[in-house]
């Protein structure tokens, strides 16, 4: 059985991804602010660093896969702290513990979102978060909108990761992204309740033109499960968007 550490382990896609992969007899680190085995803020380096060495910890001998589901939403505040954990926090982390995934030949399943393709790769927010200073990526997002600062984070995300999928291959480890739109997970129902981005998001769900819904939590962790697998070892650098066909609707002459 493999060893995998996930991050928003706590609560929605990370809970529902590890309940599945529990199910199927595998063992599991969770990280979080909260009900989970490793407690650390990853807003924060140094919360990364003490993720960091605890799964190598746990791991010592190698990580069959690394899951940072640990995600803010568009209607989170402050924009500077959406920035830090959606971008920072999971790059600081797979760079840290890029040795112990290539021991084990294994696998990092980043979380995007389908919103990663309605922001230029040109926007000053992508391309401050790729340069990857990150005092000057959170002061720029205090500047943008929550648009450029959610979708450009996930852009920035995706980009990071094709740069550097060739080099992490040599290495021995894999990386791929699935790419979801709107799940229904408490942060969601959160957005659902929020006076301003409330609409905005049940309108958006509505439009997929194979459900006309929301994904469940358990609809992208069957998903995430199969990208973990050896049955998918041939997706590499891969950007999967399971979001009921919103992305193609939207954007139809994108390959």
């Avoid at 589901?69 to 890029?98: E, I, K, W, Y």
């Avoid at 696998?107 to 040109?122: E, F, G, H, Y």
Wanted: hydrophobic share 45%.
């Amino acid at each position: 059985m493999a060893k995998y550490a996930i991050t928003g382990g706590a609560s929605g896609i990370g809970a529902e991804l590890h309940a599945q992969l529990a199910r199927d007899g595998h063992e599991i680190l969770t990280i979080d602010l909260h009900r989970a085995n490793i407690i650390a803020d990853l807003s924060k380096p140094d919360g990364r660093m003490k993720a960091v060495r605890a799964v190598m910890e746990w791991a010592c001998d190698g990580l069959d896969g690394f899951i940072p589901c640990a995600g803010l939403p568009l209607h989170f505040r402050p924009l500077s702290t959406l920035v830090a954990v959606n971008f920072f926090g999971v790059v600081d982390m797979v760079v840290g513990l890029q040795g112990l995934i290539a021991r084990k030949r294994g696998t990092v399943l980043l979380v995007a979102s389908n919103s990663a393709r309605m922001i230029s790769s040109d926007e000053p927010m992508v391309q401050t978060c790729l340069t990857q200073n990150e005092a000057r990526a959170l002061g720029h997002a205090e500047t943008v909108t929550a648009h450029a600062a959610y979708a450009g984070s996930k852009r920035a995300l995706i980009l990071w990761m094709r740069k550097n999928t060739e080099a992490f291959a040599r290495t021995g480890l894999r990386i791929n992204a699935i790419a979801p739109g709107v799940t229904l997970t408490p942060m969601t129902e959160d957005a659902y309740k929020d006076e301003d981005m409330g609409e905005t998001y049940r309108s958006f769900a509505s439009i997929s033109p194979w459900t006309g819904r929301e994904a469940t939590a358990k609809d992208i962790a069957n998903i995430m499960r199969f990208m973990l697998s050896e049955a998918s070892e041939h997706l590499c650098g891969s950007v999967v968007f399971a979001d009921g066909g919103t992305d193609a609707k939207l954007h139809p002459d994108l390959v």
